[in-house]
């Protein structure tokens, strides 16, 4: 790909495609979105970076960050979801005095999480990945709670209830784990509060990144009690958490996504195209299934026929980007889109 603008994307051969994945859902509003693009130019022309412990744009993103999830009192700013995550794990190690991790999902490539990709694992890894539910979590930590410093988890809110995670968030306090909401993806693209909110938990830590910037690099951890006060007591100190183009582009992400009510748009039209694409599959006896929480979804196959494969060459024939081993991301401007999206969708499944 080339270059892009809203909704649409376009490659080497200027061949133009709706992206469907959002650039793994970190482009929330739209690629180039005129109001963040200006922010960023201007900022990058005032100097993108300064040796100082803070700036009125890393403050005014904390005090807005706040505002998104009001029961925090801490926010650090980093580039990557990986970055954070990791970030949240040494706050809370050094919050509980525990070098264990539990995890659920996927948190990035760091060292300490590479057993979510045992073929690339060179050396054992002081985290633990569970695959179970809320029993398996209590067991685990009847046997190793003072070993535990964190229980760290990427909601999936299209394959489990909030009940699940309301479980998990109990167990990993009744036991002295801090509990840490992966919320990377969820994080802004829920709305106000996360998935944190939406599911009623009461994390000591949430960590949000994609959506953030529109698409430019900044993460954060949202933190509090102990974990907030263990930032002066570890090492979680990065160069570019100054970087003030990634600052600017956070915040007038942010505006736009609440004066814009950016999430409900996604997210109405996300439940549209997934309830017309139903529809679809049913209507032509496709094998997929879709399993989804508004602004996101995923294709499963009921079958073994290589059928996602073929619908993912058909889509790019018919002008759709996606990726089926990886779920599908609606933006602010392709909601605005949705009914080329199904014209698309439609002829390419009459092909298959």
């Known amino acids: ?38 922010a960023v130019t201007a900022a990058a022309a005032s100097g993108n970076l300064f040796y100082t412990s803070a700036s009125p744009r890393r403050l ?18 980093f580039k990557t979801g990986s970055c954070a995550v990791t970030a949240a ?38 985290a633990t990945g569970l695959d179970g539910g809320p029993e398996e979590l209590r067991e685990v930590l009847r046997r190793r709670a003072d070993q535990i410093g964190a229980v760290v988890v990427t909601p999936l809110p299209h394959r489990y209830p909030p009940e699940h995670y309301q479980d998990l968030n109990r167990i990993a306090h009744e ?3 801090a509990f840490v909401l992966d919320e990377v993806k969820t994080g802004i693209r829920a709305g106000a509060g996360g998935y944190t909110a939406r599911a009623g938990l009461n994390p000591d830590a949430v960590t949000v990144s994609k959506g953030l910037g529109n698409g430019f690099p900044i993460s954060a951890v949202v933190c509090r009690g102990e974990m907030a006060l263990a930032h002066h007591r570890s090492h979680v100190w990065n160069t570019y958490q100054h970087e003030q183009t990634a600052l600017a582009a956070a915040l007038t992400t942010l505006d736009l996504t609440q004066r814009w009510d950016v999430p409900g748009t996604v997210a109405a039209a996300g439940e549209w195209v997934v309830d017309q694409l139903r529809g679809l599959f049913t209507e032509h ?6 399993v989804g929480w508004g602004p996101s979804f995923e294709l499963d196959e009921t079958d073994d026929s290589g059928v996602r494969e073929r619908l993912q060459q058909t889509l790019l024939r018919h002008g759709v980007f996606c990726d089926v081993e990886d779920d599908f991301n609606i933006s602010y401007r392709l909601a605005e889109q949705t009914e080329v999206l199904m014209e698309r969708f439609t002829a390419a499944v009459r092909k298959l």
């Not at 993103?61 to 999830?69: M, P, S």
């Not at 006896?285 to 879709?290: K, M, V």
């Open 60 to 77: 005014e993103l904390a005090q807005a960050l706040l505002h998104w999830f009001p029961w925090g009192s801490r926010v650090l700013c």
């Open 89 to 126: 794990v040494r706050l809370a190690q050094h919050a509980t005095g525990r070098q264990g991790v539990l995890t659920y999902g996927y948190h990035g490539w760091h060292d300490w999480h590479l057993e979510a990709v045992p073929e690339y694992r060179l050396f054992p890894s002081y």
């Open 175 to 177: 036991h002295g784990c």
């Open 285 to 290: 006896g496709i094998p997929l299934e879709l």
């Open 1 to 38: 790909m080339t270059h892009g603008s809203g909704a649409v994307i376009t490659d080497l051969d200027d061949h133009d495609y709706l992206d469907l994945t959002s650039a793994f859902g970190a482009v929330l509003v739209g690629h180039a979105e005129p109001a963040v693009v200006e």
